[in-house]
């Protein structure tokens, strides 16, 4: 690899409790690289454990687009594609190879295909309307309105529908605007693993987080001003944390069912990436068994 002229971009995707940090803060050890993260909850300052930042895991590895947003606000596919190309031309200019390294599959997918999409605002009235409402119907409503953005929705996230219903709604009644996102050409790895073992690995880090203090963040978050509804919002660790000190669950409750939700969020995940493959993006899958060493050298014998 001639640092020089590195690749793009290198991709390192793959579902929750894989082992995406560590390995990519390994390839850009190897690489001279910079490390940007494709994870939605992950640019929210205060947010660390419920959205598993490991920051330690970086060392001195630059990485960026974490911790850029305060706890509270919004943030969406598009900030993320500007903010991305911000960063990306940043890294490129110092003659470094750029790492994108998440599990969030429209993000990955954003800046992949280059989304053209629009700064569309949020309409708070509209999602207190639909929050309640289950996947199902929310799935239904969307499908009512023909978006052209269809095919690119994830159909199985109550939040993205959510989102997906407040954008075609927007634009059925504005003239909108798009942001031209080019794709990029990068080299895509995901790391596999079986089921039986990814599932174990989660349940083992869900332990460490409530140990690490996962339900003593929320009550901080709470106590900032963060409204219950917003952390919701902001993935399953944080609602079922906020049912436990709402008192709707028990602690064993919230362990047992947490880990269950987020082993069929690792499945969904697994399902996106295999629906990335078959729009066209090849994936270089990498068995995440193997030690870190063999899975470096795969990667760094393609660069």
């Not at 629009?118 to 009512?144: G, H, K, V, Y």
């Not at 504005?174 to 990814?198: A, E």
Request: glycine fraction near 6%; hydrophobic fraction near 35%; include cysteine.
């Amino acid at each position: 690899m001639n640092s020089s002229n590195p690749t793009p971009l290198i991709t390192i995707l793959g579902p929750t409790a894989s082992g995406k940090t560590r390995l990519a803060v390994a390839v850009a050890q190897q690489l001279n690289g910079e490390i940007l993260s494709a994870d939605s909850r992950q640019v929210y300052r205060g947010m660390d454990i419920g959205t598993g930042k490991d920051l330690e895991e970086y060392g001195q590895t630059p990485y960026h687009l974490i911790d850029i947003c305060e706890a509270g606000e919004r943030y969406n596919i598009y900030q993320f594609q500007l903010d991305f190309w911000a960063a990306y031309e940043q890294i490129h200019t110092r003659g470094h190879q750029a790492i994108m390294c998440g599990g969030s599959g429209l993000y990955l997918d954003a800046v992949l295909k280059g989304y053209n999409l629009t700064a569309i605002p949020i309409n708070p009235t509209r999602r207190a309307e639909l929050l309640p409402l289950s996947t199902d119907t929310l799935r239904d409503i969307f499908l009512q309105k023909n978006s052209p953005f269809a095919a690119k929705t994830d159909l199985a996230s109550h939040k993205r529908l959510i989102r997906a219903i407040e954008i075609a709604e927007y634009a059925a009644n504005h003239t909108v605007d798009f942001q031209n996102f080019q794709p990029i050409n990068s080299l895509i790895f995901g790391i596999d693993l079986p089921r039986d073992l990814r599932r174990e690995r989660i349940a083992t880090r869900l332990h460490k987080r409530l140990d690490a203090g996962l339900i003593e963040e929320v009550e901080t978050l709470l106590t900032q001003g963060v409204s219950p509804e917003t952390l919701v919002y902001y993935g399953l660790e944080y609602k079922f944390v906020i049912e436990y000190l709402q008192q709707k669950q028990s602690k064993a409750y919230l362990t047992e069912h947490l880990t269950i939700a987020i082993q069929q969020f690792a499945k969904r995940q697994m399902t996106y990436f295999r629906k990335m493959e078959r729009d066209g993006l090849h994936i270089h899958w990498i068995d995440g068994q193997l030690p870190l060493a063999e899975q470096l050298e795969q990667i760094t014998r393609q660069t």
